[in-house]
Protein backbone atom coordinates (compact mmCIF):
# COMPACT_ATOMS: atom_id res chain seq x y z
CA UNK A 1 0.00 0.00 0.00
CA UNK A 2 2.82 2.74 0.68
CA UNK A 3 4.65 1.57 -2.33
CA UNK A 4 1.59 2.32 -4.51
CA UNK A 5 1.51 5.81 -2.91
CA UNK A 6 4.64 6.22 -3.23
CA UNK A 7 5.00 5.30 -7.31
CA UNK A 8 1.77 7.62 -7.06
CA UNK A 9 3.86 10.81 -6.40
CA UNK A 10 6.99 9.42 -8.14
CA UNK A 11 4.80 9.04 -11.53
CA UNK A 12 3.01 12.38 -10.48
CA UNK A 13 6.21 14.32 -10.27
CA UNK A 14 7.37 12.95 -13.73
CA UNK A 15 3.96 14.35 -15.65
CA UNK A 16 4.99 17.76 -14.15
CA UNK A 17 8.46 18.03 -15.12
CA UNK A 18 8.48 15.90 -18.46
CA UNK A 19 5.22 16.67 -19.86
CA UNK A 20 5.67 20.60 -20.72
CA UNK A 21 8.76 19.03 -22.91
CA UNK A 22 6.11 16.04 -24.43
CA UNK A 23 3.76 18.53 -24.99
CA UNK A 24 5.80 21.46 -26.83
CA UNK A 25 7.34 18.31 -28.75
CA UNK A 26 4.17 17.33 -30.17
CA UNK A 27 2.45 20.76 -30.25
CA UNK A 28 5.81 21.71 -32.74
CA UNK A 29 4.20 18.98 -35.11
CA UNK A 30 0.62 20.58 -35.10
CA UNK A 31 -0.80 23.12 -37.40
CA UNK A 32 -1.45 26.60 -35.68
CA UNK A 33 -5.02 26.20 -35.14
CA UNK A 34 -4.65 22.93 -32.90
CA UNK A 35 -2.06 23.89 -30.53
CA UNK A 36 -4.56 25.73 -28.25
CA UNK A 37 -5.85 21.72 -27.63
CA UNK A 38 -4.69 19.96 -24.80
CA UNK A 39 -4.26 16.63 -26.22
CA UNK A 40 -1.16 15.37 -27.65
CA UNK A 41 -2.61 13.98 -30.62
CA UNK A 42 -3.06 16.16 -34.12
CA UNK A 43 -5.75 15.46 -37.10
CA UNK A 44 -2.28 15.66 -39.28
CA UNK A 45 1.23 16.64 -38.15
CA UNK A 46 3.14 19.26 -40.56
CA UNK A 47 6.53 20.23 -40.33
CA UNK A 48 5.21 23.82 -41.28
CA UNK A 49 6.42 25.98 -38.09
CA UNK A 50 9.60 24.39 -38.28
CA UNK A 51 9.53 25.40 -42.11
CA UNK A 52 8.70 28.97 -40.87
CA UNK A 53 11.77 28.92 -38.40
CA UNK A 54 13.96 27.69 -41.30
CA UNK A 55 12.87 30.24 -43.82
CA UNK A 56 12.91 33.11 -41.42
CA UNK A 57 16.33 33.19 -39.12
CA UNK A 58 19.58 31.52 -40.09
CA UNK A 59 19.06 28.78 -37.29
CA UNK A 60 21.67 26.55 -39.22
CA UNK A 61 24.45 29.37 -38.76
CA UNK A 62 23.16 29.85 -35.36
CA UNK A 63 24.03 26.17 -34.53
CA UNK A 64 27.31 26.11 -36.16
CA UNK A 65 28.41 29.24 -33.85
CA UNK A 66 27.16 27.52 -30.87
CA UNK A 67 28.95 24.74 -31.35
CA UNK A 68 32.19 26.64 -32.18
CA UNK A 69 31.50 29.04 -29.07
CA UNK A 70 30.65 25.76 -26.99
CA UNK A 71 33.58 23.61 -28.08
CA UNK A 72 36.30 26.48 -28.12
CA UNK A 73 35.28 27.31 -24.60
CA UNK A 74 35.15 23.92 -23.16
CA UNK A 75 38.74 22.76 -24.66
CA UNK A 76 40.09 25.88 -23.37
CA UNK A 77 39.10 25.46 -19.94
CA UNK A 78 40.02 21.98 -19.67
CA UNK A 79 42.89 22.56 -21.25
CA UNK A 80 44.11 25.49 -19.16
CA UNK A 81 42.20 24.66 -16.16
CA UNK A 82 44.43 21.10 -15.68
CA UNK A 83 47.44 23.48 -16.57
CA UNK A 84 46.62 25.38 -13.48
CA UNK A 85 45.32 22.85 -11.69
CA UNK A 86 47.90 20.49 -12.07
CA UNK A 87 51.06 23.59 -10.94
CA UNK A 88 48.44 23.86 -7.75
CA UNK A 89 48.26 20.46 -6.80
CA UNK A 90 51.76 18.74 -7.92
CA UNK A 91 54.28 21.06 -7.93
CA UNK A 92 55.47 23.08 -5.59
CA UNK A 93 56.22 27.04 -6.19
CA UNK A 94 56.62 30.21 -4.00
CA UNK A 95 53.18 31.73 -3.38
CA UNK A 96 51.31 28.72 -4.51
CA UNK A 97 48.87 29.21 -1.39
CA UNK A 98 48.45 32.77 -1.73
CA UNK A 99 47.49 32.17 -5.62
CA UNK A 100 44.96 29.37 -4.55
CA UNK A 101 43.27 31.50 -2.35
CA UNK A 102 43.20 34.03 -4.32
CA UNK A 103 41.23 32.16 -7.18
CA UNK A 104 38.75 30.67 -4.59
CA UNK A 105 38.30 34.15 -3.73
CA UNK A 106 37.13 34.99 -7.33
CA UNK A 107 33.96 32.54 -7.44
CA UNK A 108 32.22 35.06 -4.41
CA UNK A 109 32.81 37.31 -7.10
CA UNK A 110 29.12 37.93 -8.03
CA UNK A 111 28.93 38.01 -12.13
CA UNK A 112 26.90 41.42 -12.05
CA UNK A 113 29.52 43.15 -10.39
CA UNK A 114 31.27 42.52 -14.14
CA UNK A 115 27.94 42.85 -16.63
CA UNK A 116 29.18 46.18 -17.40
CA UNK A 117 32.79 46.74 -17.34
CA UNK A 118 33.79 43.16 -18.38
CA UNK A 119 31.66 44.76 -21.50
CA UNK A 120 32.99 48.00 -22.08
CA UNK A 121 36.43 45.72 -21.63
CA UNK A 122 35.29 43.59 -24.68
CA UNK A 123 34.08 46.97 -26.66
CA UNK A 124 37.50 48.33 -26.45
CA UNK A 125 39.34 45.33 -27.99
CA UNK A 126 36.80 45.18 -30.68
CA UNK A 127 35.07 41.99 -29.73
CA UNK A 128 31.57 42.72 -30.25
CA UNK A 129 29.76 41.31 -32.95
CA UNK A 130 32.45 38.56 -33.38
CA UNK A 131 32.57 35.12 -31.67
CA UNK A 132 36.17 35.70 -30.09
CA UNK A 133 33.72 38.08 -27.56
CA UNK A 134 31.75 34.99 -26.71
CA UNK A 135 34.86 33.05 -26.46
CA UNK A 136 38.03 34.45 -24.63
CA UNK A 137 36.31 35.80 -21.59
CA UNK A 138 35.40 32.36 -20.50
CA UNK A 139 38.56 30.32 -21.55
CA UNK A 140 39.04 30.10 -17.56
CA UNK A 141 36.76 28.84 -14.56
CA UNK A 142 37.62 28.47 -11.18
CA UNK A 143 34.69 25.65 -10.89
CA UNK A 144 36.58 23.74 -13.50
CA UNK A 145 39.87 24.41 -12.38
CA UNK A 146 38.60 23.07 -8.64
CA UNK A 147 37.14 19.95 -9.78
CA UNK A 148 40.43 19.46 -11.66
CA UNK A 149 42.73 19.91 -8.65
CA UNK A 150 40.60 17.79 -6.42
CA UNK A 151 40.86 14.96 -8.79
CA UNK A 152 44.73 15.69 -10.05
CA UNK A 153 45.53 15.82 -5.84
CA UNK A 154 44.66 11.97 -5.17
CA UNK A 155 47.29 10.62 -8.42
CA UNK A 156 50.18 9.69 -5.70
CA UNK A 157 53.66 11.48 -6.48
CA UNK A 158 55.79 9.10 -5.81
CA UNK A 159 54.03 8.25 -9.48
CA UNK A 160 55.12 11.19 -10.84
CA UNK A 161 58.46 10.92 -9.18
CA UNK A 162 58.96 8.14 -10.89
CA UNK A 163 58.61 9.54 -14.23
CA UNK A 164 60.47 13.06 -13.47
CA UNK A 165 63.08 10.46 -12.70
CA UNK A 166 63.17 8.98 -15.91
CA UNK A 167 63.48 12.49 -17.32
CA UNK A 168 59.76 13.25 -17.92
CA UNK A 169 59.10 16.90 -18.27
CA UNK A 170 56.05 18.16 -16.71
CA UNK A 171 53.81 18.97 -19.34
CA UNK A 172 55.16 15.08 -20.27
CA UNK A 173 53.97 13.95 -17.26
CA UNK A 174 50.77 15.78 -17.32
CA UNK A 175 49.99 14.51 -20.85
CA UNK A 176 50.50 10.74 -20.30
CA UNK A 177 50.05 10.33 -16.54
CA UNK A 178 47.48 12.83 -14.89
CA UNK A 179 44.84 12.77 -17.86
CA UNK A 180 44.75 9.23 -18.49
CA UNK A 181 43.83 8.82 -15.06
CA UNK A 182 41.60 11.99 -14.55
CA UNK A 183 39.62 11.40 -17.43
CA UNK A 184 36.04 11.03 -15.18
CA UNK A 185 37.14 14.76 -13.90
CA UNK A 186 37.90 15.66 -17.18
CA UNK A 187 33.95 14.66 -18.19
CA UNK A 188 32.66 16.34 -14.75
CA UNK A 189 34.07 19.73 -15.35
CA UNK A 190 33.52 19.43 -19.38
CA UNK A 191 29.70 18.06 -19.17
CA UNK A 192 29.37 21.94 -16.87
CA UNK A 193 30.96 24.12 -19.04
CA UNK A 194 29.55 23.20 -21.75
CA UNK A 195 25.84 23.44 -20.42
CA UNK A 196 26.31 26.11 -18.85
CA UNK A 197 27.57 27.36 -22.42
CA UNK A 198 25.20 25.63 -24.78
CA UNK A 199 22.44 27.91 -22.19
CA UNK A 200 23.96 31.23 -22.08
CA UNK A 201 21.66 33.93 -23.17
CA UNK A 202 22.47 37.01 -21.41
CA UNK A 203 26.22 37.28 -22.65
CA UNK A 204 25.39 37.10 -26.23
CA UNK A 205 22.51 39.47 -26.42
CA UNK A 206 24.60 41.95 -25.04
CA UNK A 207 28.06 41.92 -27.38
CA UNK A 208 25.89 40.26 -30.72
CA UNK A 209 24.26 42.46 -32.75
CA UNK A 210 24.59 40.75 -35.98
CA UNK A 211 22.31 37.81 -36.97
CA UNK A 212 25.11 35.45 -38.89
CA UNK A 213 26.94 35.59 -35.52
CA UNK A 214 23.95 34.83 -33.23
CA UNK A 215 24.24 31.71 -31.31
CA UNK A 216 21.31 29.49 -30.79
CA UNK A 217 19.94 31.06 -27.34
CA UNK A 218 20.29 34.35 -28.72
CA UNK A 219 18.53 33.33 -31.61
CA UNK A 220 15.50 31.34 -30.55
CA UNK A 221 15.14 34.60 -28.19
CA UNK A 222 15.06 37.02 -30.56
CA UNK A 223 12.80 34.96 -32.99
CA UNK A 224 10.43 34.50 -29.93
CA UNK A 225 10.03 38.18 -28.54
CA UNK A 226 11.96 40.13 -31.47
CA UNK A 227 8.36 39.01 -33.73
CA UNK A 228 10.18 36.75 -36.14
CA UNK A 229 7.90 34.58 -35.47
CA UNK A 230 5.05 36.41 -36.35
CA UNK A 231 2.93 35.83 -33.02
CA UNK A 232 2.61 32.17 -33.95
CA UNK A 233 3.02 29.88 -30.90
CA UNK A 234 4.05 26.49 -32.80
CA UNK A 235 7.53 27.99 -34.94
CA UNK A 236 8.11 29.28 -31.36
CA UNK A 237 7.96 25.88 -29.74
CA UNK A 238 9.67 24.51 -32.77
CA UNK A 239 13.07 26.99 -32.46
CA UNK A 240 12.72 26.12 -28.36
CA UNK A 241 12.99 22.32 -29.66
CA UNK A 242 15.72 22.87 -31.83
CA UNK A 243 17.57 24.97 -28.99
CA UNK A 244 17.11 22.44 -26.40
CA UNK A 245 17.59 19.14 -28.49
CA UNK A 246 21.62 18.42 -28.78
CA UNK A 247 22.01 19.41 -25.21
CA UNK A 248 18.93 16.87 -23.95
CA UNK A 249 20.13 14.37 -26.07
CA UNK A 250 23.52 14.50 -24.72
CA UNK A 251 21.93 14.38 -21.15
CA UNK A 252 20.01 11.16 -21.83
CA UNK A 253 23.43 9.45 -22.95
CA UNK A 254 25.48 10.50 -20.34
CA UNK A 255 22.46 11.05 -18.05
CA UNK A 256 24.97 9.76 -14.93
CA UNK A 257 27.77 11.68 -15.53
CA UNK A 258 25.35 15.05 -15.71
CA UNK A 259 23.93 14.89 -12.30
CA UNK A 260 26.74 13.60 -10.54
CA UNK A 261 29.14 16.50 -12.32
CA UNK A 262 25.71 19.04 -11.13
CA UNK A 263 25.63 18.12 -7.81
CA UNK A 264 29.45 17.86 -7.14
CA UNK A 265 29.32 22.01 -7.80
CA UNK A 266 26.63 22.19 -5.51
CA UNK A 267 27.98 19.85 -2.81
CA UNK A 268 31.25 21.97 -2.71
CA UNK A 269 29.54 25.48 -2.12
CA UNK B 1 49.54 19.98 -35.34
CA UNK B 2 49.37 18.02 -32.46
CA UNK B 3 52.86 17.00 -32.48
CA UNK B 4 54.55 20.26 -33.34
CA UNK B 5 52.88 21.96 -30.37
CA UNK B 6 53.65 18.95 -27.97
CA UNK B 7 57.29 19.40 -29.16
CA UNK B 8 57.23 23.23 -28.73
CA UNK B 9 55.57 22.54 -25.10
CA UNK B 10 58.02 20.42 -24.57
CA UNK B 11 60.96 21.46 -25.27
CA UNK B 12 60.06 24.92 -23.87
CA UNK B 13 59.57 23.57 -20.35
CA UNK B 14 62.89 21.56 -20.57
CA UNK B 15 64.79 24.43 -21.38
CA UNK B 16 63.09 27.01 -19.03
CA UNK B 17 62.50 24.51 -15.90
CA UNK B 18 65.49 24.03 -13.50
CA UNK B 19 63.29 22.14 -10.86
CA UNK B 20 59.46 21.93 -10.59
CA UNK B 21 59.38 25.75 -9.28
CA UNK B 22 59.45 27.70 -12.66
CA UNK B 23 57.46 24.91 -14.56
CA UNK B 24 54.49 25.66 -11.55
CA UNK B 25 54.75 29.67 -12.70
CA UNK B 26 54.54 28.69 -16.43
CA UNK B 27 51.62 26.57 -15.90
CA UNK B 28 49.53 28.46 -14.32
CA UNK B 29 50.75 31.55 -16.08
CA UNK B 30 47.87 32.03 -18.42
CA UNK B 31 45.57 31.00 -16.12
CA UNK B 32 46.61 33.83 -14.14
CA UNK B 33 47.48 36.62 -17.18
CA UNK B 34 43.59 35.40 -18.20
CA UNK B 35 42.61 36.34 -13.98
CA UNK B 36 44.17 39.70 -14.25
CA UNK B 37 42.44 40.71 -17.68
CA UNK B 38 38.98 39.42 -17.51
CA UNK B 39 38.10 40.06 -13.88
CA UNK B 40 41.04 41.80 -11.80
CA UNK B 41 40.70 44.67 -14.56
CA UNK B 42 37.08 44.85 -14.52
CA UNK B 43 36.71 44.83 -11.11
CA UNK B 44 38.91 47.34 -10.80
CA UNK B 45 37.12 49.29 -13.56
CA UNK B 46 33.78 48.86 -12.20
CA UNK B 47 35.13 50.79 -9.31
CA UNK B 48 36.14 53.72 -11.34
CA UNK B 49 33.03 53.93 -13.25
CA UNK B 50 31.10 53.96 -10.40
CA UNK B 51 32.44 57.61 -9.90
CA UNK B 52 32.22 58.33 -13.54
CA UNK B 53 28.79 59.69 -15.92
CA UNK B 54 29.45 57.72 -19.00
CA UNK B 55 27.51 56.97 -22.04
CA UNK B 56 30.53 54.96 -23.85
CA UNK B 57 30.29 57.17 -26.95
CA UNK B 58 31.90 60.29 -25.42
CA UNK B 59 34.43 60.66 -22.97
CA UNK B 60 34.29 59.30 -19.21
CA UNK B 61 33.25 62.60 -17.31
CA UNK B 62 33.81 62.63 -13.16
CA UNK B 63 30.85 62.02 -10.96
CA UNK B 64 31.63 62.26 -8.00
CA UNK B 65 28.97 60.29 -5.46
CA UNK B 66 26.48 61.20 -7.95
CA UNK B 67 25.71 58.14 -8.95
CA UNK B 68 25.64 56.51 -5.59
CA UNK B 69 23.32 59.86 -4.28
CA UNK B 70 21.16 59.01 -7.28
CA UNK B 71 21.17 55.68 -6.49
CA UNK B 72 19.73 56.02 -2.73
CA UNK B 73 16.37 58.17 -4.49
CA UNK B 74 15.81 55.59 -7.10
CA UNK B 75 12.54 54.37 -6.79
CA UNK B 76 13.41 51.72 -9.16
CA UNK B 77 16.60 50.62 -7.55
CA UNK B 78 14.19 49.65 -4.29
CA UNK B 79 11.74 48.06 -6.02
CA UNK B 80 14.16 45.76 -8.17
CA UNK B 81 15.39 45.04 -4.41
CA UNK B 82 11.85 44.65 -2.91
CA UNK B 83 11.10 42.15 -6.02
CA UNK B 84 13.98 40.00 -5.12
CA UNK B 85 12.95 39.46 -1.70
CA UNK B 86 9.74 38.53 -2.82
CA UNK B 87 10.85 36.22 -5.60
CA UNK B 88 13.10 34.59 -2.65
CA UNK B 89 9.85 34.69 -0.20
CA UNK B 90 8.17 32.36 -2.83
CA UNK B 91 10.68 30.75 -4.45
CA UNK B 92 13.29 29.22 -1.54
CA UNK B 93 10.37 27.74 1.01
CA UNK B 94 8.55 26.53 -2.16
CA UNK B 95 11.92 24.67 -3.29
CA UNK B 96 12.59 23.46 -0.74
CA UNK B 97 9.66 21.51 0.58
CA UNK B 98 9.20 20.17 -3.37
CA UNK B 99 13.04 19.31 -3.31
CA UNK B 100 12.62 17.36 -0.01
CA UNK B 101 9.27 15.66 -0.54
CA UNK B 102 10.66 14.26 -3.90
CA UNK B 103 13.95 13.77 -2.50
CA UNK B 104 12.90 11.34 0.12
CA UNK B 105 10.57 9.62 -2.51
CA UNK B 106 13.73 8.52 -4.32
CA UNK B 107 15.39 7.49 -1.18
CA UNK B 108 13.04 4.62 -0.62
CA UNK B 109 15.27 2.65 -3.03
CA UNK B 110 11.90 1.63 -5.12
CA UNK B 111 12.41 0.10 -8.51
CA UNK B 112 13.07 2.43 -11.25
CA UNK B 113 13.74 5.36 -9.26
CA UNK B 114 16.93 6.32 -11.73
CA UNK B 115 14.26 6.77 -14.26
CA UNK B 116 12.54 9.55 -12.32
CA UNK B 117 16.02 11.04 -11.15
CA UNK B 118 16.67 11.65 -14.77
CA UNK B 119 13.14 12.68 -15.33
CA UNK B 120 13.06 14.88 -12.58
CA UNK B 121 16.59 16.58 -13.74
CA UNK B 122 15.58 17.47 -16.87
CA UNK B 123 14.70 20.42 -16.91
CA UNK B 124 17.84 22.17 -15.26
CA UNK B 125 19.99 21.40 -18.70
CA UNK B 126 17.42 22.59 -20.52
CA UNK B 127 18.22 26.19 -21.73
CA UNK B 128 15.85 29.07 -20.01
CA UNK B 129 14.85 30.67 -23.09
CA UNK B 130 13.02 27.05 -23.97
CA UNK B 131 11.47 27.40 -20.68
CA UNK B 132 10.37 31.19 -21.32
CA UNK B 133 8.83 29.84 -24.06
CA UNK B 134 6.91 26.58 -22.66
CA UNK B 135 5.62 28.65 -19.82
CA UNK B 136 4.51 31.83 -22.24
CA UNK B 137 2.26 29.47 -23.62
CA UNK B 138 1.27 27.40 -20.16
CA UNK B 139 0.89 30.63 -18.16
CA UNK B 140 -1.20 32.20 -20.95
CA UNK B 141 -4.33 33.99 -19.80
CA UNK B 142 -6.88 33.40 -22.62
CA UNK B 143 -5.68 29.81 -23.76
CA UNK B 144 -3.19 28.56 -21.54
CA UNK B 145 -2.73 24.81 -20.72
CA UNK B 146 -2.77 25.43 -17.23
CA UNK B 147 -6.02 27.94 -17.32
CA UNK B 148 -7.29 25.47 -19.23
CA UNK B 149 -7.41 22.97 -16.42
CA UNK B 150 -8.17 25.16 -13.91
CA UNK B 151 -11.40 26.30 -16.00
CA UNK B 152 -12.38 22.62 -17.39
CA UNK B 153 -12.33 22.19 -13.32
CA UNK B 154 -14.74 24.87 -12.62
CA UNK B 155 -12.09 27.48 -11.20
CA UNK B 156 -11.54 31.10 -12.33
CA UNK B 157 -8.54 32.03 -15.06
CA UNK B 158 -5.55 33.06 -13.21
CA UNK B 159 -3.51 36.14 -14.84
CA UNK B 160 -0.65 34.06 -14.30
CA UNK B 161 2.18 37.18 -15.61
CA UNK B 162 -0.72 39.79 -16.47
CA UNK B 163 -1.64 41.07 -13.28
CA UNK B 164 1.24 42.48 -10.94
CA UNK B 165 0.17 40.75 -7.85
CA UNK B 166 0.50 37.36 -10.24
CA UNK B 167 3.43 37.80 -12.30
CA UNK B 168 6.74 37.28 -9.88
CA UNK B 169 4.82 34.73 -7.99
CA UNK B 170 4.38 32.66 -11.60
CA UNK B 171 7.78 33.63 -12.27
CA UNK B 172 8.87 31.99 -9.11
CA UNK B 173 7.17 28.84 -9.69
CA UNK B 174 8.85 28.66 -13.11
CA UNK B 175 12.12 28.82 -11.73
CA UNK B 176 11.33 26.39 -9.10
CA UNK B 177 10.41 23.90 -11.62
CA UNK B 178 13.42 24.92 -13.48
CA UNK B 179 15.94 24.26 -11.01
CA UNK B 180 14.18 21.71 -8.35
CA UNK B 181 15.85 18.88 -9.65
CA UNK B 182 19.20 20.20 -8.74
CA UNK B 183 18.11 20.71 -5.01
CA UNK B 184 16.63 17.05 -5.42
CA UNK B 185 19.97 15.75 -5.79
CA UNK B 186 21.76 17.57 -3.34
CA UNK B 187 18.93 16.60 -0.74
CA UNK B 188 19.02 13.09 -1.66
CA UNK B 189 23.09 13.08 -1.31
CA UNK B 190 22.43 14.87 1.64
CA UNK B 191 19.77 11.80 2.92
CA UNK B 192 21.93 9.11 1.88
CA UNK B 193 24.63 10.20 4.04
CA UNK B 194 22.12 10.08 7.16
CA UNK B 195 23.19 7.12 8.87
CA UNK B 196 20.47 4.25 9.06
CA UNK B 197 21.00 3.98 13.07
CA UNK B 198 19.68 7.13 13.45
CA UNK B 199 16.54 6.07 11.79
CA UNK B 200 16.07 2.85 13.77
CA UNK B 201 16.63 4.46 17.31
CA UNK B 202 13.82 7.02 16.83
CA UNK B 203 11.55 4.14 15.52
CA UNK B 204 12.50 2.09 18.78
CA UNK B 205 11.71 5.06 20.61
CA UNK B 206 8.11 5.34 18.72
CA UNK B 207 9.40 8.32 17.22
CA UNK B 208 6.41 9.36 14.43
CA UNK B 209 6.56 10.27 10.91
CA UNK B 210 6.80 14.07 11.58
CA UNK B 211 9.13 13.70 14.91
CA UNK B 212 11.50 11.66 12.60
CA UNK B 213 11.32 14.63 10.08
CA UNK B 214 12.08 17.04 12.64
CA UNK B 215 14.30 15.64 14.47
CA UNK B 216 16.57 13.54 12.56
CA UNK B 217 16.37 14.36 8.68
CA UNK B 218 16.05 18.43 8.50
CA UNK B 219 18.85 18.90 11.34
CA UNK B 220 21.22 16.42 9.81
CA UNK B 221 20.35 17.77 6.70
CA UNK B 222 21.46 21.66 7.95
CA UNK B 223 24.85 21.43 5.95
CA UNK B 224 22.61 20.82 2.51
CA UNK B 225 19.71 23.58 3.46
CA UNK B 226 22.33 26.20 3.75
CA UNK B 227 23.90 25.26 0.15
CA UNK B 228 20.22 25.61 -1.36
CA UNK B 229 19.26 28.62 0.79
CA UNK B 230 22.81 30.26 -0.31
CA UNK B 231 22.39 29.32 -3.93
CA UNK B 232 18.81 30.22 -4.49
CA UNK B 233 19.91 33.41 -3.56
CA UNK B 234 22.57 34.02 -5.50
CA UNK B 235 19.63 32.67 -8.37
CA UNK B 236 17.29 34.94 -7.16
CA UNK B 237 19.41 38.02 -7.75
CA UNK B 238 20.77 36.54 -11.16
CA UNK B 239 17.00 36.04 -12.49
CA UNK B 240 17.29 37.77 -16.13
CA UNK B 241 16.36 35.49 -18.78
CA UNK B 242 12.33 34.86 -17.08
CA UNK B 243 11.51 38.36 -16.88
CA UNK B 244 12.84 39.83 -20.04
CA UNK B 245 11.01 37.26 -22.13
CA UNK B 246 7.82 36.62 -20.60
CA UNK B 247 7.26 40.19 -18.81
CA UNK B 248 9.83 42.86 -20.07
CA UNK B 249 9.65 43.35 -16.32
CA UNK B 250 6.51 44.45 -15.27
CA UNK B 251 3.48 44.81 -15.32
CA UNK B 252 3.99 47.93 -13.45
CA UNK B 253 7.58 46.83 -12.57
CA UNK B 254 6.36 43.87 -10.36
CA UNK B 255 8.90 41.48 -11.86
CA UNK B 256 12.46 44.38 -12.34
CA UNK B 257 14.84 41.80 -11.70
CA UNK B 258 18.40 43.26 -10.44
CA UNK B 259 19.92 41.69 -13.49
CA UNK B 260 17.15 43.34 -15.45
CA UNK B 261 17.55 46.77 -14.54
CA UNK B 262 21.66 47.06 -14.50
CA UNK B 263 20.80 45.69 -18.07
CA UNK B 264 18.22 48.56 -19.02
CA UNK B 265 20.42 51.28 -17.95
CA UNK B 266 23.44 49.98 -19.56
CA UNK B 267 21.73 49.33 -22.83
CA UNK B 268 18.30 50.64 -23.09
CA UNK B 269 19.20 54.25 -21.60
CA UNK B 270 23.31 54.16 -21.88
CA UNK B 271 24.19 54.90 -18.12
CA UNK B 272 27.36 53.02 -18.09
CA UNK B 273 28.52 54.22 -15.11
CA UNK B 274 25.31 54.10 -12.92
CA UNK B 275 24.84 50.42 -14.22
CA UNK B 276 27.87 49.83 -12.96
CA UNK B 277 27.21 51.48 -9.52
CA UNK B 278 24.05 48.83 -9.41
CA UNK B 279 26.29 45.82 -10.49
CA UNK B 280 28.35 47.37 -7.16
CA UNK B 281 25.25 48.03 -4.97
CA UNK B 282 23.73 44.32 -5.52
CA UNK B 283 26.81 42.59 -5.13
CA UNK B 284 27.66 44.35 -1.93
CA UNK B 285 23.61 43.41 -0.40
CA UNK B 286 24.27 39.80 -2.13
CA UNK B 287 27.69 39.33 0.02
CA UNK B 288 26.04 40.31 3.16
CA UNK B 289 22.58 38.53 3.08
CA UNK B 290 24.84 35.43 1.63
CA UNK B 291 27.44 36.21 4.97
CA UNK B 292 24.12 36.32 7.07
CA UNK B 293 22.46 33.21 5.67
CA UNK B 294 25.61 31.09 6.32
CA UNK B 295 26.21 32.62 9.71
CA UNK B 296 22.29 32.31 11.09
CA UNK B 297 20.61 29.45 9.65
CA UNK B 298 24.07 27.04 10.77
CA UNK B 299 23.79 28.55 14.19
CA UNK B 300 19.86 28.24 14.33
CA UNK B 301 19.90 24.94 13.22
CA UNK B 302 22.25 23.45 15.63
CA UNK B 303 20.98 24.96 18.55
Same mark, same amino acid.
Given at each position: ?53 ? *? ?40 ? *? ?67 ? *? ?42 ? *? ?59 | ?5 ? =? ?5 ? /? ?67 ? =? ?13 ? +? ?39 ? #? ?41 ? #? ?30 ? +? ?8 ? +? ?54 ? #? ?5 ? #? ?6 ? /? ?8
Amino acid at each position: MKKITAYTALVVGALIFAYPFVWMLSASFKPEYEIGDMSLMASKWTFASYQLVF *DTIPIFSAFLNSIIVSLAVTGAVLFFGSLAAYSLSKLKWRGR *DTVFNLILFTMMVPFMVLLIPLYTLVVKFGWTDSLVGLIVPFMMNATALLILRQSFLTIPTSLLEAARI *DGCSEWRILRQIVWPLSIPALITAGIIVLTANWNQALWPIMVIR *DEALMTMPQMVLLFTVGGGAQARLGPQLAAGILLALPIVVIYLIFQRQFISSMASTGLKG | MGQVIN =NIFARSF /RSLSRGRNVSGYLMIAPYLLHLVIFLGYPLVFAFVLVFHRWDIITPMEFAGLKNLTRLIHDDLFFKALL =NTGFFLSIHIPLQII +TALFFADLLNKKLKGQDFFRTIYFLPVVVSGVVVAILFSQL #FAFENGYINGIITALGGERVPWLVSPQWAMPSIAIIVTWKNVG #FYIILFLAGMQNIPASLYEVASLEGATTWQRW +TRVTIPLLNP +TMVTVIVLSTIGGFSLFIEPYMLTGGGPLNSTLSAVLYIYNQAFYFNHMGYAAALG #FAFACII #FTIVFLQK /RFVTKDMYS
